[in-house]
């Protein structure tokens, strides 16, 4: 299951749908967002989605994980638009029969969502400048005649 | 005074990666070759702009920059210095140049104006690689480049007869081997305009202003459209830098473009 939303996200609810009798091991990640970024004061933060491709490729993390780890079942919602600092971006669940594949798919699920999937984020420092994070500027400047 | 030739070699062709007057075009010729056989069409005073003073087989003759590393612009004054008369200059990197386009230059050619050129398809400019410079103007080139070596500002300066090219696509030119792939695209399956749709997301919605727009190309890669898109806004990221997908699934910068297709290009992604 994998989701983008708009509203706050209930940890507790998304743990809720990967519990099962057969799992001993339920582990649950939370990115919240940080008052910093690279020694800057981050004072508001925006994500933006592409939502189409990011819920297909959002898809294909989690199955890739079940594949690689067999876990019981696996969760991720994102969210994105106006975030306040200590708000809960991201959450990732995962339930299985032991703790090991949890840990490690959970690991595996938001490494790959950060690489992979087309979110991004753009933060407002204290200095009133603002930045994509992530976006690397044009190394090549001007016209290509 | 019969017109002279000036085909441009000299070019350091970094990002490519090799010397674009050697690669070979789909039909397995050599581009310079093909370049030569165009000027000759022409003219018989054909010559080569080289650094390296190498004739790359040509036969023909070579003229050294008086100034190494000058530009096209240096390129000129060391040809006009060696021969005098109008000079027909072009860049060998036109993979698209074709006989027709050529012969419309000369055709409208106009002795009395200081150049005469082709607007750019996109941003009307002149373009100055395949163009005709007057004896008059080319004694100008030494002093504008002691401030500017821009060729194309050289051009705009002589106030050259512009015209509209009778394909558009014919001056497109390759720096890149992405882009290499997109002239031999467009000379195997021809030029065509397309339709298609664009959704911009982060840094590249602010920079074009947009969240949507339908655009009409003569790209067939998804590497052309984004380049062409590119050098229309003065988008600010490479493609080195992005992604693509086309209908909302990954796609490879080869991949072809289809009227009716929905393209996004993807710039660094930062969820999490």
């Avoid at chain 2, 750019?120 to 070596?149: G, V």
């Avoid at chain 2, 339908?214 to 600010?236: I, K």
Wanted: some cysteine; hydrophobic content about 40%; aromatic content about 6%.
């Amino acid at each position: 299951m994998f989701e983008i939303v708009t509203i706050p996200i209930d940890s507790a609810a998304v743990l809720s749908r990967v519990e099962d009798p057969s799992c001993g091991g339920l582990v649950v990640f939370e990115g919240r967002v940080r008052d910093h970024h690279l020694g800057r004061q981050v004072l508001a933060l925006e994500y933006e989605a592409y939502e189409r491709l990011a819920l297909t490729e959002g898809r294909r993390i989690l199955a890739e994980a079940g594949e690689r780890f067999g876990f019981h079942a696996a969760a991720c919602v994102h969210r994105v638009g106006k975030l306040e600092i200590g708000d809960i971006a991201v959450v990732v669940a995962v339930s299985s029969a032991h703790r090991d594949a949890a840990f490690e798919a959970c690991r595996f699920i938001i490494d790959e969502l950060k690489v992979r999937v087309p979110i991004w984020k753009r933060e407002t420092y204290a200095d009133g400048s603002v930045e994509w994070t992530g976006c690397e500027h044009c190394a090549r400047h001007g016209h290509s005649h | 005074m019969s017109l002279n030739v000036l085909i441009l070699v000299g070019g350091r062709s970094e990002r490519m990666g090799r010397d674009k007057a050697l690669i070979e075009r789909p039909d397995g010729s050599r581009q310079i070759d093909h370049i030569v056989a165009l000027a000759r069409s022409v003219s018989d005073n054909v010559f080569l702009s080289a650094q390296d003073s190498n004739d790359r087989s040509t036969g023909l003759p070579v003229i050294p920059d008086l100034k190494p590393g000058t530009g096209p612009l240096g390129a000129l004054a060391s040809a006009a210095s060696a021969h005098p008369g109008s000079w027909l200059v072009l860049s060998c990197d036109l993979f698209l140049l074709d006989p027709e386009t050529l012969r419309f230059l000369l055709d409208q050619h106009d002795p009395e104006q200081g150049a005469t050129a082709y607007r750019n398809r996109i941003d009307d400019r002149p373009e100055p690689l395949c163009a005709i410079y007057e004896e008059s103007s080319i004694s100008k080139a030494a002093d504008f480049q002691k401030d500017n070596r821009c060729v194309r500002k050289f051009l705009e300066s002589l106030k050259p007869k512009l015209l509209d090219l009778p394909h558009p696509a014919a001056l497109d030119n390759a720096n890149t081997p992405h882009e290499l792939a997109e002239a031999f695209r467009k000379l195997k399956s021809g030029v065509h305009p397309k339709s298609v749709q664009l959704l911009y997301f982060a840094a590249l919605r602010e920079a074009r202003g947009l969240s949507s727009e339908t655009v009409e190309t003569l790209a067939c890669t998804a590497a052309g459209l984004y380049e062409e898109l590119r050098f229309r806004h003065r988008l600010p990221l490479s493609i080195d830098h992005l992604r693509v997908a086309i209908n909302g699934e990954f796609a490879t910068w080869d991949a072809e473009v289809t009227s009716g297709d929905e393209f996004v290009f993807i710039p660094p992604v930062a969820g999490g």
